[in-house]
Nanobody, 120 residues
């Protein structure tokens, strides 16, 4: 089994910064893709950013230039640096990963989510 644990959410004022972390553990052989999604009240879950094992990244248009996704492959950990935060960034942020386990099985896993609230 594979577990993803997020940390780093909280309350921040508009224009502020937060850094989210996602640590993967368990029966991991390799992690192919890692990403962050978010879900605001009354809205569908949306992709925020993703990063593949080679380091290539993809961002939603709404966060380009403000958010930076990165990963430490040796630690099976992913980060999301969020700068210039806006009230519309308020949401529950979910970590997810496509993982090949030690038995060669591929699966997609999700974290429990961490709340980010941007408000004055």
């Amino acid at each position: 089994q594979v577990q993803l644990v997020e940390s780093g959410g909280g309350l921040v004022q508009p224009g502020g910064s937060l850094r989210l972390s996602c640590a993967a553990s368990g029966s991991i052989f390799s992690i192919n893709v890692m990403g962050w999604h978010r879900q605001a009240p009354g809205k569908e879950r949306e992709l925020v950013a993703s990063i593949i094992s080679g380091g290539s990244t993809n961002y939603a248009e709404s966060v380009k230039g403000r958010f930076t996704i990165s990963r430490d492959n040796a630690k099976n950990t992913m980060y999301l640096q969020m700068n210039s935060l806006k009230p519309e960034d308020t949401a529950v942020y979910y970590c997810n990963a496509v993982v090949t386990n030690v038995n060669g099985m591929v699966g997609r896993y999700w974290g429990q989510g961490t709340q980010v609230t941007v408000s004055s």
